[in-house]
């Protein structure tokens, strides 16, 4: 048994040294590969060790060193975080997998730089979910920005390097000039950056300074996506598809809303957000400005033909239901909100690893192409179609039980914007999943001869990759036990 | 006395005395390691000097026995040792650099000279941070002037004469303004030893001349350290000049400009007087900001990247300045910390271009096309310290901009927090010019048969790019240094 200290540093650890190693292997695809999963595997069960403790109660801490006088780079694990690590490690051995039958499928370019920027960015993740302030949130924040960004330009052509430049733009100028301001106000106010429960402003700040930092926060946290800076992630689409599966499906994008959710929690306080208003809480406007990220991005989504770039509204769509049930601050819709971190993370991943087959088998991009493709590749758009459901909210995908929390949470704290929002973006969601089903099981294929090589299932690894994160969806359905545990552990989750 | 008593004089006269001895040796060899041992020996009596002022407080050192304010006085305090390494430290650095490089660069018969020169602008500048005397100052300036105008001079294209001959006229302007100034401040106290200037001011403090010396000398100093709108001398004498001299520039001769600006505001004028008779505060203030801005968009627009990088220098001692107008100590830890890492960032920057000019024949963004590809090391560290120059966590310029927040955010002037950070995208615009052109371009087929770079270039620079990073994970010892030397400074006159 290992330590929670020592588990704390390997989990950063094992990522940078596997792409170490991964760079050395360059020559030997065999071998890099190999050490991409073992790396992942090892990931993996260093995060494991640490949920026992976490359940137990306890916040396994590690302190680094000093890197401005006064601000420690220091680690404390927390039920968030705890759950966050689980996800991004968890799925990136699948996505590992689904990455070798992908890259090799597709032979591209430049493999070994994938993989060491792959397993960076995970490293990246890992300190951002462990991070216990506020400082070292945002260095490894930037970080994962920087290592993403040659896998986001990954081909390396004109189109490459211009969403490459949206992105970086997008996601290093809020980050700047925005949350870096943010964090040196919190240090100049409170006198520390630490993560601390029930939030470290509390009572140090009016209403208008603590809306005008919230919003410094929420704008400043540009990987949330919240509009108007949503527009690095379609962008981010250029990336091979195994990146846009695990990181803008997952890893990154799940980054900017766990912050957002750490940063109500643990630096505004639940209580201090709802309490200190103008009449209603400071964090209403938030509520608002999610909520019409969800229903703009969904119609965006509605007539997007390019399926990634469908998928990539959806997400920005679904990773606005986390922001505005954090933003609702009632036990109910917290609880939602972390649910709906897990839940859109499988689901969406399965969406992509679809995406990315059906490119890798058929050569089709735009959803206009997949007529009839369900008879060639069952398995991909079975699961496909479980994926969709989750992403609709319906039964028996785990998307159903976070909507469940959050619709409850907003009826509880009688928020019938967000219900409103909820309840249309479903029809939305439906209105542009749906048609893809339909498409790919019911209609006959396009007449033979124009793109007619028979094509089954994509490589092997590809497809057991989708089909494990699609299980997971319905498996999730019928025990959301783990999850919902460590959600109701944090702070301000607990019905007073 | 031992040797160690004797280390502030060393200081200088090591790398003083040296100098000639290069030209009598005139033997290119012979002279390289007489230059590599004075430099050496200038970097531990610095280091030296140093720890012996964290432990026992300011070193008073009166020449030739003679008490000050008779005499000249040499004196480190925390924030002089601070300088001292950094000026020592690099050229330590750049100097085994320099034996490969100016084989490209500069003309065999010539090579004894450079070194020459090298060891008097080294002196020069110790000299300057070191002394406690107001003239001596101005001697200094001028010895490390006049050796820079000459290394300068040395670069491989006729432009080179060009960029001294106007770094010359634009110098010699400052000095003579510098030492109007100086006149002015003998005239009212009748001394020349900073610390006795600074006490006996009081009793003449406001006057007129007291003033105009205030302004002559701002403006002498400003002319040196480049600060915008007086930088036209700066971007053509970084560009044309040799790659080892672009280096040793960049990391050291506006830095210590800046010292000397810090020393005569804080230690001599007084801060009281400084900002609060003339709006000195203001004026600084807006050209550090127009600085920032005008010099991060023209570096954009650049094509050459030595030049891109000069002009991004502008910008950066923008920050600096900055920090020195909020009269606060997190502003000027700011700037004493951002010294010394911009420093060692674009010093790393100029080496790290040395290798590409030799390898690829030039910095044009044309030339340099694929470099990624050709050069992944070099590229990855000029990547390294583009990003210490936008300020990112976790490389050494957050560290200063970080300071600067804090110390606008102390003030509650939230404009000026969003100035900083919005001219830091501009930053990220010009490096990644150099991103773009490295990484997405294939290499020119013209640019293949270069050399590889000697390890004598490649360790120095590798050492630098090294601290930018280091200095910006673990920032305890510089910025510490330069919290304790701004606490000094602000302490001593209040």
């Not at chain 1, 994926?387 to 998307?399: C, D, F, N, Q, R």
């Not at chain 2, 963004?365 to 390294?384: D, E, K, N, Y």
């Amino acid at each position: 048994m290992v330590a929670a200290e020592q588990a704390i540093a390997l989990a950063l650890a094992v990522p940078a040294v596997g792409a170490v190693a991964i760079a050395l292997a360059g020559r030997a695809p065999n071998l890099r590969e190999a050490i991409t999963l073992l790396t992942a595997a090892l990931l993996l069960a260093c995060v494991a060790t640490l949920l026992p403790e976490v359940q137990r109660g306890a916040q396994p801490a590690l302190t680094l060193w000093t890197m401005v006088p006064g601000l420690q780079i220091a680690f404390a694990v927390e039920p968030l975080g705890m759950l966050f690590a689980l996800i991004a490690s968890g799925l990136w051995i699948v996505n590992s997998l689904y990455s070798i039958g992908y890259m090799r499928g597709n032979a591209e370019q430049k493999q070994t730089r994938f993989y060491v920027c792959f397993a960076l960015a995970l490293a990246a993740t890992m300190g951002i979910a462990f991070a216990g302030n506020l400082f070292t949130l945002f260095v490894f924040y930037e970080a994962l920005t920087l290592v993403t960004y040659p896998l986001v330009t990954h081909h390396g052509t004109d189109t490459a390097r211009n969403g490459g430049r949206v992105y970086l733009a997008v996601l290093m100028g809020t980050s700047i000039v925005l949350l870096l301001p943010a964090l040196v106000f919190v240090w100049h106010v409170a006198g520390t950056t630490d993560f601390t429960a029930g939030g470290i402003l509390a009572g140090k700040l009016g209403p208008a300074a603590l809306a005008g930092l919230l919003a410094l926060c929420m704008f400043g946290i540009g990987k949330a996506a919240l509009m108007p800076f949503h527009r690095w992630l379609p962008a981010a689409m250029v990336a091979p598809t195994p990146v846009s599966a695990l990181l803008h499906a997952v890893a990154v994008v799940k980054a900017g809303v766990f912050s957002v959710v750490k940063v109500v929690v643990y630096v505004f306080g639940v209580d201090n957000l709802a309490q200190a208003g103008f009449g209603g809480s400071v964090a209403t406007w938030l509520v608002g400005v999610s909520g019409f990220t969800i229903v703009a991005a969904s119609v965006v989504a509605l007539k997007a033909d390019n399926l990634k770039r469908r998928l990539a509204y959806s997400t920005v769509s679904q990773l606005s239901y986390v922001v505005m049930a954090a933003a609702v601050l009632v036990p109910m819709s917290l609880v939602g909100a972390v649910l709906h971190i897990a839940a859109h993370a499988v689901g969406k991943i399965t969406l992509f690893f679809a995406a990315g087959a059906v490119y890798t088998a058929a050569h089709k991009t735009e959803v206009s192409q997949l007529d009839g493709i369900g008879r060639r590749m069952p398995w991909t758009m079975g699961a496909f179609a479980i994926a969709a459901l989750s992403m609709i909210g319906l039964p028996p995908a785990v998307g159903f039980v976070s909507k469940w929390y959050m619709l409850s949470g907003a009826m509880a704290a009688q928020q019938w914007f967000a219900v409103a929002v909820i309840v249309v973006s479903t029809l939305l969601n439906a209105g542009y999943f749906l048609p893809i089903v339909y498409r790919a099981f019911f209609v006959a294929p396009a007449a033979a001869g124009d793109q007619g090589h028979p094509h089954g299932e994509a490589p092997w690894p590809m497809v057991v990759a989708l089909c494990t994160t699609a299980a997971a969806t319905v498996v999730l359905f019928f025990v959301p036990d783990l999850p919902l545990a460590l959600a109701h552990q944090l702070p301000g989750t607990r019905v007073p | 006395m031992s040797l160690a008593a004797h280390l502030p004089a060393l200081q200088v006269v090591v790398p003083l005395l040296a100098a000639p001895l290069t030209v009598l040796l005139r033997r290119r060899d012979l002279a390289f390691g007489v230059a590599l041992v004075a430099s050496w020996a200038a970097l531990a009596a610095a280091v030296a000097l140093w720890l012996q002022v964290e432990s026992g407080g300011t070193v008073s050192y009166p020449i030739g026995n003679w008490p000050p304010p008779w005499g000249i006085e040499y004196r480190v305090d925390r924030l002089t040792a601070f300088v001292l390494v950094l000026v020592a430290g690099v050229a330590a650095l750049v100097l085994p650099y320099s034996r490969a490089s100016i084989e490209a660069e500069v003309p065999p018969q010539q090579h004894y000279l450079f070194y020459t020169m090298f060891l008097l602008c080294l002196a020069g500048l110790l000299g300057i941070t070191i002394t406690g005397d107001a003239f001596n100052v101005f001697v200094f300036l001028e010895i490390s002037s006049l050796a820079t105008y000459v290394l300068i001079a040395l670069g491989r294209d006729r432009r080179a004469l060009v960029a001294s001959y106007q770094y010359l006229i634009m110098g010699t302007i400052g000095a003579t303004f510098f030492v109007i100034g100086v006149g002015l401040l003998y005239l009212m106290t009748g001394t020349l030893n900073l610390a006795d200037m600074g006490r006996r001011l009081a009793d003449v403090h406001g006057t007129r001349p007291v003033l105009a010396a205030l302004a002559f000398v701002t403006v002498g100093i400003s002319l040196k350290l480049a600060l915008f709108p007086l930088h036209q001398w700066l971007p053509d004498a970084y560009t044309h000049a040799p790659s080892a001299v672009s280096a040793f520039l960049a990391a050291t001769a506006t830095k210590v400009a800046v010292y000397v600006l810090v020393r005569f505001y804080f230690s001599v004028f007084g801060h009281s007087q400084v900002f609060g008779r003339l709006p000195t505060q203001e004026v600084m203030l807006l050209l550090a900001l127009a600085g920032m801005f005008v010099a991060s968009a023209i570096a954009i627009l650049q094509t050459d990247l030595k030049r891109l990088f000069a002009y991004s220098s502008v910008a950066q001692i923008g920050y600096i300045v900055l920090g020195l107008s909020f009269d606060t100590t997190s502003g000027l830890t700011a700037t004493i910390v951002h010294l010394f890492n911009h420093g060692i960032t674009k010093g790393a920057v100029f080496l790290l271009l040395g290798g590409v000019a030799l390898v690829m024949g030039g910095t044009s963004l044309a030339r340099i096309q694929g470099l990624g590809r050709r050069m992944p090391l070099t590229s990855f560290g000029i990547v390294l310290c583009g990003l210490s120059l936008i300020g990112v966590p976790g490389t050494a310029g957050f560290v200063g901009k970080w300071y600067l927040i804090l110390a606008a955010l102390e003030q509650g002037q939230w404009w000026l927090v969003f100035m900083i950070v919005a001219s830091s995208l501009l930053a990220v615009a010009y490096v990644w010019r150099f991103v773009e052109a490295a990484y997405f371009r294939e290499p020119r087929q013209d640019t293949a048969g270069g050399p590889p770079v000697p390890w004598s270039m490649v360790v120095p620079a590798a050492l630098l790019v090294v601290a930018t990073v280091y200095f910006g994970i673990d920032s305890s010892l510089t910025a510490g240094a330069a919290a304790r030397a701004a606490a000094d400074l602000l302490g001593g006159l209040r």
